[in-house]
């Protein structure tokens, strides 16, 4: 069986030689890059946050309402674009540089368009908000910042496509070095604009939204212009072998990216609006209830990179080796993933639970909110295990391009099975805001497992042709 062209240079001659592919020094040099990119997502947004308390408590509910509308379209966006990544990754595999450059392509159309249909929507959203029971000052202060928001998200969507694009092909530090540049001239950008610093005039809170308008784009506009540059996306070589047929048209292929990304929006958009409602439910429970559940949420998202990081290059490793014809190497990725993953997030899990009270009492002094965190700290601690099963699992799958199934079985597992039972666990059994965060759990665990028999069976196929039966 050939081998890809492009193999990491760490495979030893012996190696390539018997066909056999290591998989786990693979998997961590393009897990590495990726987790530290997802870290910069989470400080950009950490570094807005910060800035815009200074200002003042309107300006930050204000961000808040702003970003409750944002978060929801980035879920489907996100999930729209999300056959770019595996399908380029197949390609490259298979030594199909012609494919690669023409999906490439085809993906950053796919993400501008999606990324003006979701500006026009939110600016249509933008004259309601002083009809949906917000304070008038807070509603009146989000204006502004989220038309600025709204019209950076093409330039945010199009930054994501070209980074899973160069992640695809194997060039994922590239894609960090240009976060950290985006992060930085954020940070500064807002710290002038925000406060009036340097020269620039004082804006507030839309000086937060015009500095993530300017570095969104302007990241985006790096990114193209460095891949323009690089021979293995802008380069055209061989017409191997992979997910397209050869000679299809930019239009058609936009359509099918599309078309296998609708699933994947589906599924974002399950499982983020399953989680917004057990957050609605939280309400239901009290202030402290909220509180504690904030504090909860930012202890966890600090572990969460873990699993998505890995998640992506599991993607990204299963869908090149399926490319290349040898499904036994990627059913070892998805195992070895597997097993990272839970060996990593039970050593997370093992700190939460028995740190989660002191983790608490950083973060908050109020002691009710204290006390009720540290449970829900020790909660979550369990969840790091389920959750690195269940998104490692998808994230093989994805790289299989296998999408329909996952699907439903999320929407089974979410809105089926998980939601009735956080119903029932936190208002009929009286547990509170512990029912919220262990009703979810048992149903998460099955869905992962559920991910990974699949997985296991699809890869003991003879062909990567066989997986796409059931999409």
Not at 17 to 27: E, K, N, S
Not at 438 to 462: E, H, I, K, N, S
Request: aromatic share 8%.
């Amino acid at each position: 069986m050939p081998l890809p062209n492009d193999l990491p240079k760490s495979l030893s001659q012996a190696d390539r030689a018997a066909g056999r592919l290591p998989v786990v020094v693979p998997l961590l040099t393009l897990a590495a890059p990726m987790l530290l990119g997802q870290a910069g997502q989470v400080l950009l947004q950490l570094t807005d946050t910060l800035l815009i308390g200074h200002v003042g408590a309107v300006e930050l509910a204000a961000a808040a309402l702003a970003g409750n509308f944002v978060m929801f379209a980035l879920y489907f966006a996100y999930g729209a674009v999300g056959a770019v990544s595996p399908t380029i990754a197949q390609l490259h595999g298979a030594g199909n540089r012609d494919g690669v450059s023409r999906m490439a392509e085809a993906g950053a159309w796919l993400a501008l368009m999606i990324g003006v249909v979701i500006a026009v929507s939110l600016t249509a959203v933008v004259p309601l908000l002083e009809h949906l029971g917000q304070p008038p000052d807070v509603a009146g202060a989000a204006w502004s910042y989220l038309l600025l928001i709204a019209w950076s998200m093409p330039g945010a969507i199009l930054a994501v496509v070209l980074g899973q694009v160069a992640e695809a092909v194997d060039r994922p530090w590239p894609v960090f070095g240009f976060m950290v540049m985006a992060v930085v001239l954020n940070a500064l950008l807002a710290w002038c604009l925000v406060f009036g610093h340097a020269g620039f005039p004082a804006l507030g809170l839309a000086g937060a939204g015009w500095a993530t308008f300017v570095a969104r784009w302007l990241h985006a506009a790096a990114l193209a212009l460095w891949m323009l540059s690089d021979p293995r996306v802008a380069g055209r070589g061989s017409g191997g072998q992979g997910p397209l047929p050869q000679d299809l048209p930019v239009v058609a292929a936009i359509s099918r990216l599309f078309r296998q990304g609708l699933p994947l929006a589906a599924q974002d958009v399950l499982e983020g609006g399953a989680f917004a409602v057990g957050a609605l439910m939280l309400g239901w429970v009290g202030t402290t209830a909220l509180a504690a559940n904030q504090v909860t949420v930012g202890i966890a998202s600090l572990a969460w990179m873990v699993p998505v990081s890995l998640s992506m290059a599991t993607g990204v490793r299963v869908a090149q080796a399926a490319g290349a014809g040898d499904m036994d190497a990627a059913r070892r990725t998805g195992v070895a993933a597997m097993l990272l993953g839970t060996s990593l997030m039970a050593v997370c899990a093992a700190f939460y639970v028995a740190g989660g009270r002191w983790l608490a009492r950083v973060f908050t002094d109020d002691p009710e909110v204290a006390a009720l965190a540290g449970t829900l700290v020790t909660i979550a601690g369990i969840y790091q295990v389920s959750d690195v099963i269940q998104s490692v699992s998808l994230g093989a799958l994805r790289g299989l391009l296998d999408n329909r199934v996952p699907m439903l079985a999320n929407a089974v597992c979410y809105w089926g099975l998980s939601l009735p039972t956080v119903w029932f666990l936190t208002f009929r059994c009286g547990w509170g805001a512990a029912g919220v965060w262990a009703g979810y759990l048992p149903w998460m665990v099955g869905t992962g497992l559920f991910f990974l028999v699949r997985f296991l069976r699809l890869t003991a196929r003879p062909s990567p042709a066989a997986a796409g039966s059931n999409r």
